[in-house]
């Protein structure tokens, strides 16, 4: 590998997602008192110093036995030694526990670098006192506070020597970037999300259970398909408000409407029996306002080819998606199963199409060809005034953003303003994408 995987571990609560945030310079990860927040790994390139390392946070390992993820996260950690290049051991400053040395001894049979981070080196009276850290078996030992920046440029230039005496900062030759997309999966709570995102990946990347709320992070991860570097963001559930009861749960919905900013596309997945809620209308408004392009996805269809009529079964309920979605009328509908795999080259193939609709370019000439044959042929009238438009040009992509330069835009009706976007939408395919039809006076 090119880029050096760097894994953080621990027990919960000792502050990996406060070092994690803090080696980012920014608020990644989700922190709050409560111990084990943390539950699927979650990974960022992150710039160290000059050079980039791919930083990997993850869940406290031997969380308490009643935590119903505790066998998951503890898989999602050993999965993250073995990726890793180099480890970083937290330990909580204020004293080693029982716990921190089952987990260095399970590091050291991982047999990866280590240096162990004593966090919250401000709780103890005498720095000395870390010293005890050297019983887990590991050379290297530096106290720290992520939260108050203690040592923190300190622990920093460590990091990055360790990293170039071990030589995984490699060279590479400079190369065209790649064209990338990135898309968000979003939906309702134990819809399918993270079972989707393991079986794209083809590896166990989220923690899926049957209960409602397993991830609480978004989390992101990239493939490569038809040469195109995909980046998919798995979300929390977003749950309706007077259901977000945590403020854990709080800022989950935070950061997954923080990935739909971020990403160039929206899957949105149903659920088959229950079909459209008012919390997907919500989803599905924040994705419009955003002016993001978007995919339904009814995700479990393998439980419905085993009980019905499978074509029958799938026009109503596109057909009630329609009607619940008149103005989402452009947006593709499939089919999937993310248990059985069912679909997913079908839906990668459509998130391809859909992104080229959405930064898709129309030139001007072509444009006003347009306008001259399909436009000028239906203009309305207000109080005997006619509307005319001159010429229209395309300011923008993602979404794709149109002028229309005319006499009056006072003149202009919501119905003339629906026929442009319908009429282009039959043209040209924009499918997936919403379009903004704007209009300006042509100054005199």
């Not at 990996?16 to 960022?44: C, M, V, W, Y």
């Not at 959405?358 to 001259?372: A, G, H, M, Y």
Request: proline share 4%.
């Amino acid at each position: 590998m090119s880029i050096p995987r760097v894994a953080i571990v621990g027990r919960p609560n000792v502050g990996k997602s406060t070092i994690f945030n803090r080696l980012l310079k920014k608020k990644e990860a989700i922190i709050h008192q409560t111990p084990g927040i943390t539950r699927d790994r979650k990974s960022k390139e992150c710039l160290l110093l000059d050079e980039i390392i791919f930083l990997t946070d993850t869940g406290g390992i031997f969380s308490s036995d009643d935590d119903n993820f505790m066998n998951h996260i503890d898989s999602q950690v050993n999965i993250a030694l073995d990726e890793s290049d180099f480890v970083l051991l937290v330990v909580d400053a204020q004293g080693l526990t029982g716990g921190d040395r089952e987990l260095g001894e399970l590091v050291r049979k991982s047999d990866k670098p280590t240096l162990v981070v004593a966090n919250k080196c401000d709780r103890i009276k005498n720095p000395d006192e870390i010293s005890e850290f050297y019983e887990l078996g590991f050379d290297s030992i530096l106290g720290i506070s992520a939260e108050h920046r203690i040592n923190v440029n300190q622990f920093t230039d460590l990091l990055y020597s360790k990293l170039k005496a071990l030589k995984l900062f490699k060279k590479v030759k400079k190369t065209e970037p790649q064209n990338s997309l990135s898309f968000s999966l979003i939906g309702r709570p134990n819809v399918g999300k993270s079972s989707l995102l393991n079986k794209i990946l083809n590896k166990d990347r989220a923690i899926v259970t049957p209960i409602a709320g397993t991830t609480r992070d978004s989390i992101e991860d990239h493939f490569i398909y038809k040469d195109v570097n995909f980046k998919i963001i798995d979300t929390a559930g977003l749950r309706r408000k007077s259901k977000v009861k945590e403020s854990i749960e709080f800022y989950s919905t935070v950061r997954a409407k923080k990935s739909i900013h971020e990403s160039d596309l929206t899957v949105l997945l149903i659920e088959p029996g229950e079909l459209i809620t008012d919390q997907d209308k919500k989803i599905c408004d924040i994705v419009s306002k955003e002016g993001k392009s978007l995919v339904f996805v009814i995700n479990k269809w393998d439980l419905i080819e085993e009980e019905n009529d499978e074509t029958k079964f799938l026009h109503e309920t596109k057909s009630k998606i329609r009607f619940q979605f008149p103005a989402l009328h452009y947006v593709p509908i499939i089919t999937m199963s993310a248990i059985t795999g069912r679909g997913i080259k079908k839906l990668l193939n459509l998130l391809l199409l859909v992104y080229n609709n959405t930064n898709f370019q129309i030139d001007t000439p072509k444009l006003n060809k347009f306008v001259e044959s399909r436009i000028r042929r239906h203009l309305p009238s207000k109080k005997g005034k006619q509307l005319k438009v001159y010429y229209a040009t395309q300011v923008n992509t993602a979404p794709p953003t149109f002028i229309f330069f005319v006499n009056s835009k006072k003149i202009v009706t919501s119905q003339f303003e629906r026929y442009i976007t319908n009429t282009m939408r039959n043209e040209f395919d924009f499918k997936g994408t919403p379009l903004v039809i704007k209009f300006k006076d042509r100054q005199a």
